[in-house]
């Protein structure tokens, strides 16, 4: 794996030299984790002049949901508690004889860049804006196959939950079931707050789950991920609940159910952001769904939940292979309920098949 | 409650007034909820010129573990998805006719930073520094009250444990068991990933809970806690597996109990924070424990589980009445484990009584 992150770290600093810098200090947690192979608590890599180093203020955890240091970089453990090993990074780069670093401006809060100035006084530090986050969007076979497992790991997940009895539960005791049969299952943990979202609540994207207990008659919308090696994938469904769904409960499944379709297809390398997410927006629009929707139909997924790209109306730029997305449009009527439909997909040329679906729990509407 | 939080923002506008600024913009969502009543996600507070102001990117959710904001507080929702409501609140101020306003440089990146300063041109952005912490140290019989039921129900959360079978269960599941039983016993949610050790992970502070299974002849560490409208407590004991303790086993855990009430026991209003620390430092000293101990022997709690003070060497300052700390002492021994014990206790006069412990659950050691 040593070879994966060091061509990571060289297609960096190619980047950091174009704009300028002969080093880089890169403190995002997911970005020192993909350049680095871990990132401890507090933890910032450093591209440096001379050599690379990984600064740390506790040594690294050896469990492996943490990752392990790339063991061809340096790992330089701060002596002191309470230091900050940006800070302490800066100070190492200037002696190195650097005169710029690119730090990460979006990240970094003003203090401790202010910090970092005063430490290296004749150190310029330039933004190195989302360089690493771009790097992260094209996935290897690797992360697409931790993404597989993940995504293996959360049907499961799901799938015991169906088996069980649901109709007098609460919200939050399915989500906090299904957190614990995702660890079961092997994952590190979940990939974000489980959300589980019943009758009038059922629909609503990212809700936290309550008191309300499942009745009979419900929409049960549930949208959970795992953890597997640190990276994370996503997957939602609805069903109803009881024997026979209503009409429009149909009716509005049927609808998201194929706007969903609609944007899984869209996705193949070349097409535009936007278009992904017009597909399914235009079918809801169709029928008369305009106000209200979510503003995004989907986001890449990876060392973060929510990444680039976003699948929205005003998204510039276009998909290429091995972009692992989310699709997951839905309707929600206050005071009724709503229909989500959540898929991880990888996006695939045609020759090699098209989209690849991880998440491959049933789309059809069950009873429960 | 409207009073409380009213009276919240004319102590921080004084201060602010007499930093030289008409206006601040608080950015830290604890520090939101401080002075607003909620905190929805990405929301600032604005205190303005003439008017305050919640500014939200999304309506604020009505759920009690949210809070809700002060009703005489106005709140502006931004109208378009993805917008800063940061930016939106500088430009806003700008309009009520300052000139400048302070933001909270330890919070808001080096990026939104020069968002705002780019949306308002003319104003002047100074720094508000840790102001809105400092106002959060001592708390109210309110905030104290929120603390002592999320005691409580941690007390009750780890005592329904310590009934069950524990032979044989790994770290992660009995983590997500004290998890499940927080929220059942009306927790908002864990106020921190619970920690269970088992065996040599022992005594570690903040060990993320792994596969191993508890063992006979085991200590066992549990450290938990729970959010109770939005404020977190914090609970750690050591067990042993088993039926007799070893020799070694019950040294180590006299020991550490004999630091941890030294600690308790100075914890009297006027007391200087490194005399807490080193009260419980001395006595783990005095028995050849120097090397490896944690930087800091307890920390106040409130809406965040690790806020100001800080009970360590190198602290300064003295602790005031209506201040919750924690009182966290511990020794690992590399391969053996170790022993860790954590009350959350209030700072009380004498006259008062002394210390109010809100973590009742027993501190003998228990064979279980």
């Not at 004749?122 to 094209?138: I, K, M, T």
């Not at 993404?147 to 088996?163: K, M, N, T, V």
């Not at 943990?189 to 008191?211: E, I, K, M, Q, Y």
Request: charged share 25%.
């Amino acid at each position: 794996m040593s070879e994966v992150y060091a061509a990571r770290r060289t297609r960096l600093r190619e980047r950091c030299n174009a704009g300028g810098s002969a080093a880089a200090l890169v403190s995002r947690a997911a970005n020192v984790r993909y350049l680095a192979g871990a990132a401890p608590r507090d933890a910032v890599l450093l591209l440096g002049k001379r050599e690379d180093l990984l600064v740390c203020a506790v040594p690294p955890d050896e469990r492996p949901a943490e990752g392990r240091p790339d063991e061809t970089l340096r790992v330089h453990v701060l002596s002191s508690p309470g230091g900050d090993p940006a800070v302490a990074a800066a100070d190492l780069v200037a002696a190195q004889g650097a005169d710029s670093v690119a730090v990460e401006e979006h990240h970094l809060t003003v203090a401790r860049h202010r910090a970092i100035g005063s430490v290296a006084p004749g150190l310029r530090l330039a933004d190195l804006g989302g360089a690493v986050e771009q790097l992260r969007v094209v996935k290897d076979e690797e992360e697409i196959s931790c993404l597989r497992i993940g995504a293996e790991i959360a049907d499961q997940a799901l799938g015991e939950l169906l088996e069980s009895i649901l109709v007098g539960r609460t919200e939050r005791h399915l989500a906090l079931e299904l957190e614990r049969r995702l660890v079961d299952h092997g994952a590190d943990g979940p990939a974000f707050a489980t959300s589980v979202a019943t009758g009038p609540n059922s629909g609503l994207r990212g809700h936290a789950p309550t008191d309300r207990r499942v009745e009979e008659g419900d929409f049960l919308s549930v949208c959970l991920g795992a953890t597997y090696h640190g990276y994370r994938c996503e997957i939602g469904r609805t069903f109803v609940i009881g024997t026979s769904p209503a009409d429009w409960q149909i009716e509005l499944y049927d609808l998201v159910f194929a706007a969903q379709r609609a944007a899984r297809e869209s996705l193949t390398p070349g097409a535009a952001y936007r278009d992904v997410d017009s597909a399914a927006r235009h079918v809801l629009g169709s029928a008369g769904y305009r106000e209200g929707l979510s503003p995004l139909t989907g986001h890449g997924v990876g060392l973060e939940i929510d990444e680039d790209p976003q699948l929205a109306p005003a998204a510039m730029g276009k998909l290429d292979a091995c972009v692992p997305v989310t699709v997951e449009p839905g309707v929600h009527l206050p005071g009724r309920g709503g229909v989500r439909i959540d898929d991880t997909l990888v996006v695939r040329p045609e020759a090699d098949g098209g989209p690849e679906l991880l998440t491959i729990t049933t789309k059809e509407l069950l009873a429960l």
